[in-house]
């Protein structure tokens, strides 16, 4: 009984627990949103300048800050990066021992620092200001050193931090991070990036895969295409799918024109009806038509038109609608496209 008892306590107290964990959980999230409210709430004519200031760097923008504040300049330098605006991270310790020579005339400077008081970050100011290298600054005191000297000042002031000490940063980054999203999308959508822009920078990518692979880089050609004529019997036509294993074949008129296709649905449908593998021709079987693409199409067009008609093979047909490819869902799955 009391064995019974102890584990019934464990229970309890592994219940409360799970409780606790799950409620300072939503209290990071509730104070994380209302400081990106309050954020978005700020947004004014400032954030236009240093937009104003981005487009007009003929450079490169170098995103530097320290400890949590460099983790954030990290990935603000790589988003902007990825999306139109030449952009690398320079390290402000680093800096004073060699690196501030990869800041040149006509780069533009975007410094992170909650405080703004930053020692290495402040190291860089004698320098930029020599070049005359205009400063963007991100910091949660706007009457800081950093705020001060630089151009323009995009304050990212949080209330308070999730942390309950209020010491370890988690609202401010989230803050300097959202702020640096903002101003790398609205740096893209006025220099007109578009998703074809993106995927050339992202090649390796499974996203520059869907965006720049084309149906004519990953379809069937030549003797693996299946085909056969309207007058093949159903026997031959199930030997010429089985041989190519693409789940179809095309059927042909004498120009290699598509007429048709026959499926494994339609041979479904005409095994339910009994005909005669030996008697039965395509064109009494073929679905007329049939789903097709062209080569210059986007792979993943072939993928959404395969999963809207709920299809699994495509075949590829030129300006004269004659059978030049095709292509199944393993194919797509293979170049990595879904």
Known sequence: MRGARA???????????????????????????AALQALRERLDGVFVQACRLCLACTGRIVVSGM?????????????????????????PGDASHGDLGMLTRGDLLLA???????????????HVKRLGVPV?????????????AADVHLNVAVPQEACPHNLTPTAS???????????????????????????????????????????EDIMRRGENLPRVTPET???????EMTRTGLGLTAVLDAQQRVLGVFSDGDLRRA????????????????????????????????????????????LVTDADQRLIGALNVHDLMRAGVV
């Open 112 to 126: 992170l620092s909650n405080s703004g008081e930053t020692a290495e970050v402040l190291t860089l100011l004698p």
């Open 7 to 33: 584990n019934m306590n464990a229970l309890e107290h592994s219940a409360t627990s799970d409780q606790t964990l799950l409620q300072t959980a939503r209290r990071t999230f509730d104070i994380e949103a």
């Open 271 to 314: 095994l339910d009806r009994r005909v005669d593998l030996h008697k039965t021709t395509m064109r009494e079987l073929m679905t007329p038509g049939g789903r097709r693409i062209a080569a210059q199409e986007l792979a993943a067009a072939a993928a959404a038109l395969m999963q809207a008609h709920r299809v699994t093979a495509l």
């Open 136 to 148: 963007i600054a991100l910091t949660g005191n706007p009457l800081s050193t950093l705020a001060q």
């Open 173 to 215: 980054t989230t803050a300097a991070l959202a702020m640096g999203d903002a101003l790398a999308v609205a740096l893209l959508e006025a220099r007109g990036f578009s998703s074809e822009d993106f995927a050339r920078s992202h090649p390796g990518g499974s996203l520059g895969r869907r965006l720049l692979m084309r149906v």
């Open 233 to 239: 019997l159903l026997s031959d036509a199930l030997l």
């Open 67 to 91: 400890g949590k504040s460099g983790h954030i300049a990290h990935k603000i330098a790589a988003t902007l990066a990825s999306t139109g605006s030449p952009a690398f991270f320079l390290h």
